[in-house]
């Protein structure tokens, strides 16, 4: 009996399991470019561009390994993956699906869904199963990566000795937060030349995605898992060594600085993790690496990685409707490439723009801290992050976004909202230079936004956050300010916002 063997966009890895379990004599593996994938939010061309080129390519790969691949391109006029799935079942005979549990709720519901016998596998791609996850979460009243990250590192053994951690410190964080000195030089990420695979698909999502936000060219991700193998070489040679030190840092010419650029390929599969992290640990053991790049890079992988998919499968398809601070503001035409003054918001939009990539810190404390203070509702905060990085599917984006970055959740991810005035982001980057505003004034023309929603947050969620013992100093600085200086932020910071509201350019 034939059986279809699902292998979705974010699957293009040998070892899957829907593979594992299927019989490559008689067995038909099944990949679809379709429209629903690529248009359920307005993914940034880059994005869609690199997931079908590397789609394409793994299908030769598995056609080269003895599979049979039955495979349909967008303009072949696929709409749906369960649609697809009849499709190829009427034309084959099959009634049988073996598939690898989708990252996103939706997809498994339309697969739980569908007029066919289908299989759904764990994805063992990952070291902490949904089981195990759950165990670890089960009785606890509060769920802190840290505590989940080091029960990672005993079962990995990652960068451990015997049962403790190398260097006698399960954490080097406090070393890594480092704004970039003057002279100092990044190595860019390898920048691959578009084959004909990469250029027909360049061509097609031209043709369809021209009205979505992003730069389609240049073109440069790896689209293979020996060119993403390449990558992973390169950065550790040149940009491992000075990761941990400036991974918080932002430069207005620097899209990149020491980051890896590796989430892409291992989110998508071309990249295992496990061996990404083992190759970066050899690299500290050879002594090519400090170990606070080295633990800081295994952590963001075998700890916050894992951390959020075991928060999206614990909290259930609810979670990203989750609005706990009850905010409601349209996101802002600022967002979508519109002008602004703040010079921060333009610069890691205007990368993500371009690259259809910003780093976490550009993420958390500019776009996201931005988002949280001025109220946007999170839904279409996470639809944007969903749609516009090229690494972002919706297990890990989610619980980032909702979670860590809006609060939305209550503070089942994070212990605080993370915000902060302009202070922080005058002292990570060179932003704040050439800005319209002002990062050193607090209220008047030319003040800094955030240094005015900072202090408008604060005391909108008083109830809320006022007694959080990691906040109860800031509203004792607030509660100490001068009664007129108050109310004079309080007034300019609506007055602030109801310009942008009015779809001024601010």
Sequence with gaps: MVKLVLVLGDQLSLNLSALAAANKATDVV?????MDEAS???HHPKKIAFIFAAMRKFAARLEADGWSVCYTKLDQGATSIVGELVRQAEASGASDVLATEPGEWRLIAALNDAPLKVTILPDDRFVASHARFEAWAAG?????MEWFYREMRRETGLMMEGDKPAGGKWNYDHDNRKSAPKGVTFAPPLRFEPDDVVTEVLDLVEARFSNSFGDLGPFWFATDAEQAQQQLAHWIDFGLPTFGDYQDAMLQNEDFLSHSILSFYIN????????VCRAVEAAWKDGRAPINAAEGFIRQIIGWREYMRGIYFLEGPGYTARNDLGHNRDLPAMFWGGRTGMNCISCAVGQTQREAYA???????VTGNFALLAGIDPHQVHEWYLAVYADAYEWVE?????????????GIVGSKPYISSGNYIAKMSDYC??????????TGEGACPFNLLYWHFLDRHRDRFAKNPRMAQMFRVWDRMDEGKRETVLS????????MDAGEAV
């Design 30 to 34: 099944i990949m679809a470019e379709v």
């Design 40 to 42: 359920y939010v307005r």
């Design 140 to 144: 606890r009243k509060e769920l802190r």
């Design 268 to 275: 998508a599969g071309l990249l295992d993790p496990l061996e």
């Design 359 to 365: 780093h976490h810190i550009q993420r958390l404390m």
């Design 398 to 410: 989610a619980p980032n976004v909702i979670g860590m970055s809006q609060f939305a959740d209550g």
């Design 433 to 442: 230079k050439g800005c319209d505003y002002d990062v050193k004034q607090k």
């Design 492 to 499: 300019e910071a609506e007055a602030w916002l109801g310009r």
